[in-house]
């Protein structure tokens, strides 16, 4: 019932800037943390920035000063604007979730592609 969505990947050129976002629906009640991921070719899922209800923020050393996360409680939208992009960036990027419907449970999004050319 639950579904998270991505939205905002493509292609950008080195030095550049792209913003995320990510929405969820369904039955919710409300949104404990969010947070993005990412996954490049050949390579784990890894962390990249999440931010708390309390509105506190983490974030991986590689983006930490190039990207800012950023949530909207009234829509439950979330985003990640990126910029100084890199082509390390490059990578498929994930929305991730607790949500508490009638059970608290984490979720994923199906993700974004954000290449980023040299």
């Known amino acids: 019932q639950v579904q998270l969505v991505e939205s905002g990947g493509g292609l950008v050129q080195a030095g550049g800037s792209l913003t995320l976002s990510c929405g969820a629906s369904?039955?919710?009640?409300?949104?404990?943390?969010m947070g993005w991921y990412r996954q490049a070719p050949g390579k784990e899922r890894e962390f990249v920035a999440e931010?708390?209800?309390?509105?506190?923020?983490y974030y991986a050393d590689s983006v930490k000063g190039r990207f800012t996360i950023s949530r909207n409680n009234a829509d439950n939208t979330m985003s990640l604007q990126m910029t100084s992009l890199k082509s390390e960036d490059t990578a498929v990027y994930y929305c991730?979730?607790?949500?508490?419907?009638?059970?608290?449970?984490?979720?994923w999004g199906q993700g974004t592609q954000v290449t980023v050319s040299s």
């Open positions: 991730n979730a607790d949500i508490q419907t009638w059970v608290l449970a984490n979720y």
């Open positions: 369904g039955d919710i009640r409300w949104i404990s943390k």
């Open positions: 931010i708390m209800s309390s509105g506190t923020t």
